[in-house]
């Protein structure tokens, strides 16, 4: 299949943002340049991961001596809602960052999800029901080469490539966006409804 590539050279603006309520949001990542808008959808932990990742990946390059921020001044802080019209144009399956070191920008790339995505995030699903105390975290080496996936074939393809400001600032809004959802329960740490869960650490009773 033919994919569609949407790019973009250090857009206007490169966000995460949600439509919706909590406990039934939408979550988006959306670029912008002049009137050229692209909005694809993802996860509430894809957003999370993505965020600590970039926010790894900036202090990995301060770390091997590239200026560059890692804090927003509120005066900056991008609280605006999502640009319109929001069209979903995919939905992501896998996610990569990398860093540009001749135009020292940090590339991105938001790849749509395939029938083996969607396979391995329902047995990743299985296994987190399964036992939600059984989670390692596994350690991150960041590529800082340039990214380039200009295959012709493939599934579509959202790339950006920012600033590091603009990739701290992203990291900003992520983070307060992901914390805006619904609190998490005191015993099992899943989201909170508002009527209650079902607790696992109650043995399915409602919390």
Same mark, same amino acid.
């Given at each position: 299949?033919?994919?569609?590539?949407?790019?973009? @050279?250090?857009?206007?603006? /490169?966000?995460?943002?949600?439509?919706?309520?909590?406990?039934?949001?939408?979550?988006?990542?959306?670029?912008?340049?002049?009137?050229?808008?692209?909005?694809?959808?993802?996860?509430? +932990?894809?957003? !999370? $991961?993505?965020?600590?990742?970039?926010?790894?990946?900036? &202090?990995?390059?301060?770390?091997?001596?590239?200026?560059? =921020?890692?804090?927003?001044?509120?005066? $900056?802080?991008?609280?605006?809602?999502?640009? #319109?019209?929001?069209?979903?144009?995919?939905?992501?399956?896998?996610?990569?960052?990398?860093?540009?070191?001749?135009?020292?920008?940090? +590339? &991105? #790339?938001? &790849? $749509?999800?395939?029938?083996?995505?969607?396979? @391995?995030? *329902?047995?990743?699903?299985?296994?987190?029901?399964?036992? =939600?105390?059984?989670?390692? #975290?596994? @350690?991150? @080496? /960041?590529?800082?080469?340039?990214?380039? *996936?200009?295959?012709?074939?493939?599934?579509?393809?959202?790339?950006?490539?920012?600033?590091? *400001?603009?990739? $701290?600032?992203?990291? #900003?809004?992520?983070?307060?966006?992901? !914390?805006?959802?619904?609190?998490?329960? =005191?015993?099992?740490?899943?989201?909170?409804?508002?009527?209650?869960?079902?607790?696992?650490?109650?043995?399915?009773?409602?919390?």
């Amino acid at each position: 299949m033919t994919r569609r590539a949407y790019l973009f @050279e250090t857009p206007d603006r /490169f966000v995460a943002g949600t439509v919706g309520e909590p406990g039934a949001r939408t979550f988006f990542l959306q670029a912008r340049e002049g009137t050229r808008i692209a909005s694809v959808v993802l996860e509430k +932990v894809q957003v !999370a $991961a993505l965020a600590q990742r970039l926010g790894d990946l900036l &202090l990995e390059l301060v770390r091997r001596g590239v200026s560059v =921020p890692t804090t927003v001044p509120a005066i $900056a802080q991008d609280v605006a809602p999502l640009d #319109e019209p929001l069209v979903e144009l995919f939905r992501v399956g896998t996610l990569t960052i990398g860093w540009d070191p001749a135009r020292e920008l940090v +590339v &991105l #790339e938001a &790849l $749509a999800m395939t029938d083996e995505d969607d396979e @391995e995030q *329902a047995d990743e699903e299985d296994e987190e029901d399964a036992d =939600p105390d059984d989670e390692e #975290e596994d @350690e991150e @080496e /960041f590529d800082l080469s340039d990214l380039v *996936a200009d295959d012709s074939d493939g599934p579509d393809l959202l790339r950006v490539r920012i600033t590091p *400001a603009a990739a $701290a600032g992203f990291v #900003e809004r992520a983070g307060r966006i992901v !914390a805006a959802g619904r609190p998490p329960c =005191p015993l099992c740490g899943r989201p909170l409804d508002p009527q209650g869960h079902l607790c696992p650490r109650k043995n399915g009773y409602l919390n």
